[in-house]
RNA sequence: GCCCCCGUAGCUCACCUGGAUAGAGCAUCUGCCUUCUAAGCAGAGGGUAGCAGGUUCGAGUCCUGCCGGGGGUACCA
């Protein structure tokens, strides 16, 4: 590799390889040499021993092949803070978005079916993405494609009309209906002509037969109170409810476009289009008795959508397991030559499980969000009584300690990987956790309030000076990078993981001790001093109530 | 069978897309509250990164094969 020949770019070569070393000891920033080895001809080590020799050695250092670079405390200090204060929580905003617009899908539960832990994974990466894009600048648009049509209503109508009974339904409505479509599956195993029942009757619903679309719209109407009720606990939106029933009299539509590109082939009565060329398995359209299939709808759902928006982007945060669904629909708007096939993104996430076992409403096999909300709030509640009995707002705090613990254990694992529900690990609120970023949250809001004072711009910053607060100023310098990092990779774990990383950062500094190993308090006596570290803390609390914003998870000022 | 994902400490997870001695938390053990919130902090033990090759100055990270787990694979969503 050559070096670039001018100086802009040679800034530009050293800036993209500057690495943060892993023992801090080392510098502050490092610049490995290999990259240089190969045009210069010599070693690393040799590289950066001259290089080093021609900087200023109170600055920089050669160590091996690396360049280690030191920074003065004071100066970050003076540059950061401002900066921060001046921003308060648009710090880290930016304007790459401007004008554009992403489409968000994401929660989507089938209605009929309780809300269950499962369903809050990508309810919470979906909500959080929508504001990550919204801090970059774009507009996002939150749309929440419920499962509402498919050839489960035709189950859950056979089943309501052959046991339901509307007093019942009436008083639990969901809990109801969950208890019949077990029970539907349960005796479809011992009577398969329920089976062809139900497709009856969902074909009936899409012709529009009285008494389907009656029980139908029934069933709509108490899940989304229901769902409205969970969403409300959460604090989650939506621009758009608009689920696959949306579509029906769009469908005709999509079969034609796709009919007039020549895509439509028949394949055992059915209509498909054939995607063998591309190693997939035929995109279904229409069963062989007309009815549609959920592909169809996502495919009027993509034209509605782009016509509606003229989105730059639409993000599908949807699991790992309808992969290859999305693979074939997003096949079939390239093959029509739509200008937007490629802003087409499946945001994909790993199962949650239960003792190792995917949670299968079918089988009864489901964790309802709200029990476990329910169960966290109480262990919450009963900490604060202990910890700290004069607390005002008890069960909003209980409440929103709960929602932390419960966001956090889906938003603090990479999206992809399966997450193992456990009552244990949820109901933990130590270590890396929710509560624990709540709880350093309150500890600096506590802080702000005993100051009691406006926090002042105008601090020596020369009096910033400790490692402790070198590394927090450092890290509270990436959180823009982090965002951007976050957005890019539809992955807001990292912000997770960042926030982590500044409570506990944080946490030492407040407890860091003096050589006698007598504590060293943030507010003392001296003015200055405490005002310069002040000004600090206040940043940490706003960047720290950003982020938590930003995961969706609330930032309580006392708990 | 074919395709996709995962495999890192007893457990749950990181390692910022190839860099220095693989880091946290939980659990276990030891310290630290005459309280700027102990839901915290400091410390100890704990590792053949599934296995075997390959690529290169350098691999947990990229490639190939195998093993183990999960998912998908035409009228479910």
Not at 52 to 63: E, T
Not at 208 to 225: C, I
Not at 258 to 283: D, F, I, K
Request: hydrophobic letters at 40%; a negative charge.
């Amino acid at each position: 590799m050559a070096l670039p020949p001018d100086v802009a770019g040679l800034e530009g070569f050293i800036y993209g390889r500057l690495e943060v070393p892993r023992d801090r000891t080392m510098g502050d920033f490092a610049f490995p040499a290999f990259s240089l080895a190969a045009s210069l001809k010599e070693k690393p080590a040799e590289i950066a021993r001259k290089v080093a020799a021609q900087l200023d050695p109170a600055q920089f250092s050669a160590a091996g092949p690396y360049i280690n670079a030191v920074l003065s405390v004071s100066e970050i200090a003076a540059a950061v803070l401002p900066l921060i204060h001046g921003q308060g929580t648009a710090f880290g905003n930016q304007s790459v978005g401007e004008g554009k617009k992403i489409a968000i899908d994401y929660s989507s539960p089938n209605i009929a079916k309780p809300f269950g832990v499962g369903h809050l994974r990508s309810t919470a990466i979906g909500h959080s993405l929508y504001r990550i894009y919204e801090k970059l600048g774009y507009r996002p648009i939150g749309i929440n494609h419920l499962g509402d049509w498919g050839t489960q209503f035709g189950k859950m109508i056979v089943a309501y009309r052959k046991w339901g009974r509307d007093d019942q339904l009436a008083k639990e409505p969901i809990t109801y209906l969950y208890d019949l479509y077990v029970r539907f599956h349960a005796e479809e195993e011992k009577d398969p002509s329920l089976s062809e029942d139900a497709r009856l009757w969902f074909k009936k619903l899409e012709d529009g037969d009285p008494e389907a679309v009656r029980l139908w719209t029934l069933f709509k109407e108490y899940s989304l109170t229901e769902f409205q009720r969970i969403y409300d606990i959460l604090g989650i939106t939506f621009d758009h409810y608009t689920g696959e029933s949306f579509y029906n009299d769009r469908i005709e539509a999509v079969m034609d476009i796709l009919r007039r590109a020549g895509l439509v082939t028949e394949s055992q009565g059915a209509q498909v289009v054939e995607l063998e060329p591309y190693g997939m398995p035929a995109c279904l359209l229409k069963k062989a008795d007309g009815a549609t299939l959920y592909a169809t709808r996502e495919l009027a759902g993509i034209f509605y959508r782009y016509e509606t928006f003229h989105f730059d982007r639409a993000l599908y945060v949807v699991g790992a397991s309808q992969q290859e669904h999305f693979k074939q629909v997003f096949k079939v708007i390239e093959l029509l030559g739509e200008p937007y096939a490629d802003k087409l993104v499946h945001v994909e996430f790993g199962w949650i499980k239960f003792k190792d076992q995917a949670m299968s409403t079918r089988k009864g096999n489901i964790i309802f969000l709200e029990d476990v909300i329910a169960t966290a709030e109480e262990k919450a509640a009963k900490i604060i009584r202990d910890k700290n009995p004069g607390l005002p707002n008890l069960e909003a705090t209980a409440r929103m300690i709960a929602l932390g613990a419960i966001l956090f254990a889906d938003l603090g694992v990479k999206k992809h990987k399966d997450v193992n529900f456990s009552w244990e690990e949820v109901l933990n609120f130590e270590g890396e956790t929710g509560p624990y970023l709540q709880y350093t949250h309150a500890r600096l809001s506590s802080l702000i309030r005993r100051y009691g004072r406006p926090i002042a711009e105008a601090v020596d910053f020369g009096l910033i000076s400790s490692p402790e607060e070198k590394e927090l100023l450092l890290h509270l310098y990436r959180f823009g990078q982090t965002v951007e990092t976050a957005a890019e990779r539809y992955e807001p774990n990292y912000i997770a993981e960042y926030l982590l990383e500044l409570a506990a950062v944080f946490n030492r500094f407040y407890q860091r001790k003096d050589a006698e190993g007598k504590l060293v308090k943030i507010i003392s006596d001296r003015e200055d001093e405490t005002g310069a570290r002040m000004l600090l803390v206040a940043a940490v609390r706003s960047v720290l109530n950003e982020g938590l914003r930003l995961l969706g998870i609330p930032a309580p000022e006392e708990m």
